[in-house]
């Protein structure tokens, strides 16, 4: 495989993905909510914290080491301090799953929507830099998205949050476990579904429903974090990292045995 | 050495047979026409000869590489203008250029830029350059399609209705490119058309081809010939009558007589252009009023139509 045809794909998918505002838009956006929405309305608008219901069961199953963060916390800051650090933490995994699905959805099937696929496969690139360049032009704006957002959450949080907790309450280390291990196995994961839906299908907005499925078990952590069924702490995170990463192999292996040029064109004519 | 050499190629989809025991060869520099009605296996044909979709059965060899052994030294040979223009609306004219000049294999970045500049400019878009594609007429995209197949100065060329959707100058500007790039450059071309008389002018040899089967290949002279004879020597007289017709038959060189409405007589000479000047002096001497001459050969179109008159019914 060659490094430089592999950047060449990506250089040629990341300008036209910068210049559609259908893929940026939406990428940008959700972030935008995550990372700034949300801890605005926690922190600023007086008496969202305190009513927020169900905060009480959550504290109840929460790990010792955990409890020991919140220790003279009062009502208040306590949910304040478990809506910021843990239960928005898997919306920071809707970001990746969202943006690495759309963009490869653009990428993929969108080459075929627009019929400048069969151009494309007629170079002597191989089946394997076109599919590499194309998963890379996912994976890497999805990946700056998730950081930034962190960044931008992390900031957010500290300087708004500082006067209320009387410390800085981010990163801790389940953040930084899910944006650097959990988020990049998720976003593998979202491109290697819509490498495979792409492949079967004929346009950009079949494919995007269909690869939007990802965010299916996403919203099932985000529920169970809620809930205090399933909470992020590093044991459960780096299993959940171990199953992604082993999902990602077996879906990645199944789309590039299925990323062959007949296949692919058998399904634009 | 040829360009492209096709024994016993097959496609087949499912139950479908695409292509079915093609054989042909084209040398290089040829101008090959691939002639058939829509569903004949032409695009099919194209895309196995340039390693898009592999053969079921059968072989093939494109400018000296074997398309399934070395489907990628095939892909670095061949160029290849496709249905549909194929390049990026969101991308400008030299950015499109500039993609698929590296992904053929140009690397030097100076030698790059002399030839996206030479050609932007043959095909009139170098002022355009710096404009995304999206806002480009039907016949500019064509242009710039054509541009990105040749970057790489292939070998071998494959051209689907390259002349689809330009002005007659344009058009006129792409056979020229044509012409020049197989006769200097001894590029081998295989053009698929339905603009016959485009093939008849370009082509050196053709090949009609209906559902997949070859039903005629040759010169389009022979294929006039072997489809509709010889040409006819057409003459149109102020009047005809019997005593005409009679001394018409018995002129030298003349083989037959066929009378035809308007007062014009068709005659069936060996060599309708070394007869004509025997047959018109007899003519007059015989008291007829010469009003035209025309030699009638028929055209392609005649030979396709004839071959392909299943599909037409």
Redesign the interface.
């Known amino acids: 495989m060659r490094i430089d045809k592999v950047l060449l794909v990506f250089r040629k998918d990341w300008l036209e993905v910068r210049r559609n505002w259908q893929i940026m838009a939406p990428i940008l956006l959700v972030p935008l909510i995550f990372c700034v929405i949300l801890p605005s309305m926690m922190l600023l608008i007086p008496g969202t914290s305190s009513s927020s219901n169900g905060v009480g069961s959550l504290i109840a199953v929460l790990p010792e080491g955990v409890r020991s963060e919140i220790v003279g916390f009062n009502t208040n800051q306590t949910i304040a301090y478990l809506m910021l650090t843990f239960i928005f933490m898997p919306f920071f995994l809707l970001i990746p799953a969202m943006a690495s699905s759309v963009i490869s959805s653009d990428s993929f099937a969108g080459e075929k929507e627009r019929k400048t696929i069969e151009g494309l496969l007629a170079t002597p690139l191989t089946d394997g830099e076109l599919m590499v360049g194309k998963m890379l032009v996912a994976f890497v704006p999805s990946m700056i998205v998730t950081l930034v957002s962190f960044v931008v959450y992390t900031a957010f949080v500290d300087f708004l949050g500082f006067s209320l907790f009387g410390r800085f309450v981010l990163p801790t280390i389940n953040w930084i476990l899910v944006i650097f291990l959990l988020a990049p196995a998720v976003s593998v994961a979202g491109i290697a579904v819509t490498v495979i839906v792409s492949v079967r299908v004929k346009g950009f907005r079949e494919a995007q429903q269909l690869s939007v499925l990802i965010i299916v078990p996403i919203m099932g952590l985000v529920v169970g974090q809620a809930f205090g069924v399933l909470l992020l702490v590093p044991a459960v995170i780096l299993i959940l990292f171990a199953i992604f990463v082993v999902i990602d192999i077996i879906i990645l292996k199944i789309g590039l045995n299925m990323f062959k040029r007949e296949e692919i064109l058998s399904r634009i004519s | 050495m040829s360009g492209i050499e096709a024994e016993g190629l097959i496609k087949r989809?499912g139950s479908l047979t695409a292509v079915d025991r093609l054989n042909f060869r084209v040398d290089t520099g040829e101008i090959f026409g691939l002639l058939g009605p829509n569903g004949s296996g032409k695009?099919t044909t194209v895309?196995l000869l340039?390693?898009?979709?592999?053969p079921s059965g059968g072989s093939a060899r494109v400018a000296g590489f074997d398309i399934v052994k070395e489907p990628?030294r095939v892909?670095?040979a061949?160029g290849?203008l496709?249905?549909?223009?194929?390049?990026?609306?969101?991308?400008t004219a030299l950015?499109n250029m500039e993609?698929?000049a590296?992904?053929?294999?140009i690397?030097n970045k100076a030698e790059r830029d002399t030839r996206i500049r030479e050609l932007l400019e043959f095909f009139d878009l170098w002022d355009r350059r710096g404009n995304?594609t999206g806002t480009f007429s039907k016949g500019m995209r064509q242009k710039l399609?054509i541009a990105?197949a040749v970057v790489h100065r292939p070998e071998v060329l494959f051209l689907d209705e390259p002349s689809s959707g330009l002005d007659p100058k344009s058009a006129k500007d792409i056979r020229d490119l044509m012409e020049d790039m197989s006769r200097q450059e001894k590029h081998t071309i295989v053009l698929c058309t339905h603009n016959l008389e485009e093939a008849e002018r370009l082509c050196s040899r053709v090949m009609i081809i209906r559902r997949g089967v070859p039903l005629a290949t040759g010169s389009v002279e022979d294929l006039r010939r072997k489809l509709h004879g010889a040409p006819e020597l057409e003459v149109r007289l102020e009047e005809t009558n019997e005593k005409l017709l009679k001394a018409a038959t018995k002129l030298r060189g003349v083989n037959a007589v066929n009378v035809r409405g308007g007062n014009s007589l068709a005659f069936d000479l060996d060599d309708p252009e070394a007869g004509t000047p025997d047959v018109v002096e007899g003519l007059v001497k015989a008291g007829a009023r010469v009003k035209s001459v025309n030699i009638l050969r028929p055209t392609l179109e005649d030979a396709y139509l004839e071959l392909t008159k299943e599909d037409q019914a």
């Open positions: 989809f695009t895309r340039s390693c898009l979709i592999a990628l892909r670095e061949v290849v496709t249905e549909n223009p194929g390049i990026y609306d969101r991308l950015e993609f698929f590296e992904a053929y294999g690397s995304k399609a990105k």
